[in-house]
């Protein structure tokens, strides 16, 4: 887990930096990829959440998407999931998202490499 030491963030090699917090304004969407996973970070209700970045309906890139609150549609057929758990909120999706942690820290937007 990420901590502050002195006004230093730390972090293990589980995190991958993926912008400044000023980057990430509220709605906005920002696919960012791992060894193996493409991942889409957004910022709903003030937070900063991150899931999967292709649809479970069909491969779709969530992050050119919307995201109104924490309900993260999707470009292609409108899927609703809820960008916190991952949840479906409307099909024609039917699986949920996988999540992962972000967090938020000194000015910084990190998400876990592993799932949350
Ligand atoms: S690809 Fe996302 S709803 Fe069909």
């Known amino acids: 887990m990420p901590h502050l030491e002195g006004s230093n ?6 995190y991958m930096y993926v912008c400044s ?3 990430l304004e509220e709605g906005d969407l920002i696919e960012c990829e791992t060894e193996t ?6 910022r709903g209700d003030g937070n900063v ?3 999967q970045g292709i649809c479970t309906h069909a491969h ?5 998407g919307e995201l109104d609150g924490t309900c993260l549609t999707c470009p292609l ?3 609703c999931f809820d960008i916190r758990d991952g949840s ?5 999706a039917e699986t949920p998202l ?5 967090i938020e820290a000194d000015g910084s937007v990190w998400v876990s490499k592993g799932r949350g």
Do not use: K, R
């Open 60 to 64: 779709a890139e969530l992050a050119d």
């Open 49 to 51: 959440y991150a899931t």
């Open 88 to 92: 479906v909120l409307e099909g024609p």
């Open 21 to 23: 917090s000023s980057e």
């Open 77 to 79: 057929h409108f899927a």
């Open 9 to 14: 963030l730390v972090l293990d090699d589980s």
């Open 98 to 102: 996988q999540v992962y942690e972000a």
């Open 37 to 42: 996973e493409i991942i889409v970070v957004g």
